[in-house]
């Protein structure tokens, strides 16, 4: 009689049209703009040094992962700091991106000096150490990652994703590059500028390279109102906002997340937004 009580009472019906679509990989609650404005998200989450000396490519850095086993694995994300800087200088973004579901490597780069190409290749060699040697591998879905970084790590972002089509998303901030033609880019990309940055400023960097990423790839870009180059060496709730959007609609395919971006942020911080909308 309690098994027929409760296939009455529809615990165990069959799942609705819109339950069965949801994205196998979603992670965490039903999203708000309070929970991704909070300083953390859902997960709790612990971190781990890793040694220059025992990985190759790369210069080492922080691993920042979920504590919770019960969610299956998780997309993971490889950031690189800007030209001169270390991790320490956008170490903030590493909590508080895995906070929300993800693990996240916050690289340091083999020199203070390389170039975005080379930022881009060691970008994609921390993900490899992640998903083939990390001590948190088993946590990770190897088929979903993502790159972002600061000034020349943004720059290097767009090269890794150049190179490797497979990636499910890229955020680049404040990137600077030589290159400015990106028509080749394939990963879904959000870029974020500051008005103010006189360093890669906007006109030169930012909007050139969003133009020319193909309008068949999906693509946002967003300027902070007033925002200097350094906007991501403190703590900037638009940019995590939507960085942390972003990574969830392309990495996890959690569409949950697509109201975030269409039609997408506004007010006082903000001073341009502009997005090719992805289709839920």
Not at 65 to 80: D, K
Not at 117 to 124: A, M, N, T, V
Not at 205 to 234: C, D, R, V
Request: charged share 15%.
């Amino acid at each position: 009689m309690a098994v027929a009580t409760v296939l009455t009472a529809g615990a165990l019906a069959a799942p609705t049209a819109a339950q069965a679509a949801a994205s196998p990989y979603e992670r965490g609650p039903d999203p708000t703009s309070a929970v991704l404005e909070a300083s953390r998200g859902p997960f709790a989450t612990s971190s781990q040094d890793v040694s220059s000396l025992s990985v190759t490519g790369f210069g080492g850095g922080v691993i920042y992962y979920p504590t919770s086993t019960s969610e299956g694995t998780f997309g993971a994300v490889a950031i690189s700091p800007g030209f001169t800087a270390s991790w320490s200088s956008i170490s903030w973004l590493g909590p508080r991106i895995a906070s929300h579901g993800f693990v996240v490597i916050g690289i340091e780069t083999n020199t203070r000096l390389d170039q975005p190409d080379s930022r881009g290749r060691q970008l994609l060699a921390a993900l490899d150490y992640l998903v083939e040697r990390s001590s948190v591998r088993t946590r990770i879905d190897a088929s979903r990652l993502a790159v972002a970084g600061h000034s020349m790590g943004g720059g290097g972002s767009l090269e890794a994703a150049a190179a490797r089509p497979s990636l499910q998303a890229a955020v680049p901030l404040a990137p600077w590059n030589l290159t400015k033609n990106w028509s080749n880019l394939r990963v879904p990309t959000l870029i974020i500028g500051g008005e103010s940055d006189s360093v890669a400023a906007v006109s030169t960097h930012s909007e050139p390279f969003y133009n020319s990423i193909p309008a068949a790839t999906e693509k946002a870009y967003l300027e902070l109102n007033g925002a200097s180059h350094f906007f991501p060496q403190t703590v900037n709730t638009p940019t995590a906002k939507q960085t942390v959007a972003w990574l969830k609609r392309f990495v996890d395919d959690d569409t949950r997340y697509e109201q975030f971006l269409c039609p997408g942020p506004s007010g006082t911080a903000i001073e341009e937004y502009r997005n090719t909308c992805p289709s839920a």
